[in-house]
C-alpha cells in the first residue's frame, strides 16, 4: 500500500516555480505539474493532473 503525502494549501504555494516544468507527486496518479512564466510579465502556472 502506498501511503500518501498530506498536502495542504500552504505546502501547495510552497512550491516554487522553477525555469523548467518539473511534477510534483502526491500519490499514484496524482501529480501537480508547476509550469515556468511564459513572458517577463507573466506568473507561472500550477495545475492539477491525474494519471
Same mark, same amino acid.
Given at each position: 500500500m502506498i501511503m500518501?503525502?498530506?498536502i495542504t494549501d500552504t505546502? @501547495?504555494?510552497?512550491?516554487v @516555480?522553477?525555469?523548467k516544468e518539473y511534477t510534483y507527486t502526491v500519490e499514484?496518479?496524482?501529480q501537480l505539474r @508547476?509550469?515556468?512564466?511564459?513572458?517577463?510579465?507573466?506568473k507561472?502556472?500550477?495545475a492539477w493532473q491525474f494519471k
Open positions: 500518501a503525502k498530506r505546502s @501547495i504555494k510552497a512550491l @516555480i522553477k525555469d499514484e496518479g496524482l @508547476i509550469r515556468p512564466k511564459r513572458s517577463t510579465s507573466g507561472g502556472t500550477k
